[in-house]
């Protein structure tokens, strides 16, 4: 069972427009959610991160919206680029000992020029 | 190092044989995780370390995979027999604390068993 549910699976959108990625979750006792982006061949990069105790964080162009009652987060990429093609996981990680991250399936951006 | 260091980043192995993956994490950092990346899919954890010490193993998928890191900086992730399910990239991270603090990941290991 998928703890983690990305949504969409691929996404394209034209330059300068705007991205939006969609994750759900189950397990409220999760208390960090961060968005990693990866490019092919690449190890995941951490692009911002939120905590349930804030509804939105901004870093640039881009935003986390956090729906806590809802169990839902969403990254949202600003003005995107060709450049910001790649694929995007979402996932959370517990509290207390338990470090590990669970991830979506991830979504795949092209940002047609 | 600058990062953290995977390596080989390219393993072709015959079905039955032995692989030993090697990840090098940033300098001081007390926190290492394992993950499988299956082609397409977000990564799957598989272990974690904080220093030498071995606290959460439940990722493992069977008794072949085995993970150290007995001086709490190299950790070295064993796959005994390989198969060819286990054909992934094998991501390691590590952070500079127990808490929680960003995760630094690796280029991976690529794993290809034929």
């Known amino acids: 069972q998928q703890q983690v549910k990305q949504s969409p699976q691929s996404l394209i959108v034209q330059k300068g427009g705007i991205s939006i990625i969609n994750c759900a979750y189950e397990n409220t006792a999760f208390d960090y959610f961060p968005w990693y982006q990866q490019f092919p061949g690449k190890g995941p990069a951490l692009l911002i991160a939120i905590r349930p105790d804030v509804s939105e964080k901004k870093e640039g162009r881009f935003t986390i919206s956090f729906n806590k009652s809802a169990k839902q987060f969403s990254l949202h990429i600003m003005d995107s680029q060709p450049g910001d093609s790649a694929t995007y996981f979402c996932?959370?990680?517990?509290?207390?000992?338990?470090?590990?991250?669970?991830w979506g399936l991830g979504t795949s951006l092209a940002v047609n020029p | 190092g600058a990062g953290v260091s995977q390596s080989p980043r390219y393993k072709v192995a015959k079905r039955g044989q032995d692989v030993a993956l090697r990840c090098d994490p940033i300098s001081g950092h007390v926190s290492l995780f394992w993950y499988q990346q299956a082609l397409g899919q977000g990564p799957e954890f598989l272990t974690y370390f904080q220093n030498e010490a071995q606290l959460d193993k439940s990722g493992l998928p069977s008794d072949r995979f085995f993970a150290e890191r007995p001086e709490g900086s190299v950790s070295t992730l064993k796959i005994q027999r390989t198969q060819q399910e286990d054909s992934a990239v094998y991501l390691c991270a590590s952070s500079l604390g127990s808490g929680n603090t960003e995760a630094f990941f690796g280029q991976g290991t690529r794993l290809t068993v034929v």
């Open positions: 996932a959370a990680r517990g509290a207390g000992n338990n470090r590990k991250l669970i």
